[in-house]
């Protein structure tokens, strides 16, 4: 069983920045890819980023492509995202899951354990 804890949301002004942190327990951490989702009030949960097992591979939805960066630390067991350039339109609950396979993909089936999510607020 892994257990994430996520930190890191708050209320920012558009065009501001935030950097979310997802610290994971268990030895098996640096086994597996590591990812970012999100859900907004009323929308389906959806795909922001992964990072591979090993760090060395990372896959991004489009819409965040170029703003987002997403790293991780498997010595701190812990996953980031760098959030720069925020806009209203990313106001949502952020989650970390952590993968069944080591490589970085953008699907939610491929998760096995979700943490309880940041609240990330973008005002205009």
């Known amino acids: 069983q892994v257990q994430l804890v996520e930190s890191g949301g708050g209320l920012v002004q558009s065009g501001g920045s935030l950097r979310l942190s997802c610290a994971a327990s268990g030895r098996t951490f640096r086994t597996y890819a590591m990812g970012w989702f999100r859900q907004a009030p009323g929308k389906e949960r959806e795909f922001v980023a992964a990072?591979?097992?090993?760090?060395?591979?990372?896959y991004y939805a489009p819409f965040v492509r170029g703003r987002f960066t997403i790293s991780r630390d498997n010595a701190k067991t812990t996953v980031y995202l760098q959030m720069n350039g925020l806009k209203p339109d990313d106001t949502a609950l952020y989650y970390c899951a952590v993968g069944i396979s080591a490589m970085a993909v953008p699907f939610p089936n491929e998760y096995k354990y979700w943490g309880q999510g940041t609240q990330v607020t973008v005002s205009s």
């Open positions: 990072i591979s097992a090993s760090g060395t591979s990372t």
